[in-house]
Each structure stands twice: as structure tokens, then as C-alpha cells.
């Protein structure tokens, strides 16, 4: 993890972080339930030979949920993935120039993407009514699909929050402090 402490917040910014913070909170609870679920299964599986493929694709779900609505939380943390032995070794300045490049050339139309055809993408399922093709399978297929679009809605809150924070260290914050003893 990185120090983007040299990213001013503002009122928006300072907002979306908060509700996203919250949200990560809120959907921490979910690695707990799926923990459950793993153990009863197992439990079924092996201590009273009955597995329930109920149970095996709801521990995809929970964890589908987990991981699409986690995104957002963890970019707005910036606990994201990313090549820390550059990007420590920069300038706050250069850090702020590669993110700002970053989000514009490569993130924003990724999470473009994923909206525009993850939105068909669910509503072709709900209109189809589709559920799971297993015996015993859950139905309402389309609900879990339709964290795709929100997990990257969610995403695309997180990057434009970032994205103001950077703006306003690259234009509009006059005195970039920590830029010329960060580099060392």
C-alpha cells in the first residue's frame, strides 16, 4: 500500500470515500457468511455424504458480491494492485501525472465497457428469467449478474473520486508540499 496522503481531498471526494468506506464495512460481513456456507457444506459433504449444489453456487455468489462490491472499497483504500517498486520510488508529482494517465487512458474505459455491456448483459437474463441450469440450482439468476454493473458503478464512484483528488494536487493546488523530499 502506498501513502496518498499528498492527494487533497475535496467536499465530494471526501463523501464518495465515506460512503465507499462504509459500504467496504458492510460487505466485509459477506466473507463471514461465505465462511459459513464453506463449512456447512463440507460438513454435508463429508461428515453426511449429501452435498447440495444450492449451497456450492451460493458460495460463487457470496463470493461474486464480496469481490465486485470489494473493488470499489479497495481502489477508494488504495489497496489495490499496482507496481509499488516505481511507483515509490516517484514524485508525488509524477505519482499524481501516472494516475491521472492511468485512469483516463485505461480505467475509465474499462469500467466504460463492462457498464455498457454488462447492463444488456443483465437485463437479457432477467428477461429470460433465467436460473441456474443445475438440479437444485438457485433461481433469479439475473440478481447476481446485476452486481456486475453495480460492483463497476460503484468502481466508476471510487475513480472519479480519485480522479478529483488528482486534479486538484496536478491544477489547482498552487504548493505541491512533500514533492521535493518524497523523491528521495
Known sequence: MTDES?????????????????LGRW????????LAVIVINVL??????????ELEELQWHLYSVGFL???SYAYQADTHIRVDV???????TTQAWVELY???????PF?????????????????????SPSPGGLPLRWLIKAFL?????????AVVSRLMRVWTFLFLQPNKQGDADAGQ
Open 6 to 22: 499528498y492527494l487533497p481531498h475535496t467536499r465530494w471526494s471526501r463523501r464518495i470515500d465515506n460512503a465507499l468506506e462504509t
Open 27 to 34: 460487505t466485509s460481513g459477506i466473507w463471514l457468511i461465505l
Open 44 to 53: 454435508m459433504r463429508y461428515v453426511f455424504s449429501e452435498g447440495r449444489i
Open 69 to 71: 462490491l470489494g473493488l
Open 86 to 92: 516505481l511507483h515509490e520510488r516517484m514524485r508525488p
Open 102 to 108: 492511468g485512469i483516463l487512458l485505461f480505467l475509465l
Open 111 to 131: 469500467i466504460a465497457l463492462v457498464l455498457i455491456y454488462g447492463v444488456p448483459f443483465v437485463m437479457s437474463s432477467y428477461a429470460l428469467s433465467e436460473i
Open 149 to 157: 454493473p453495480i460492483g463497476f458503478a460503484l468502481l466508476l464512484l
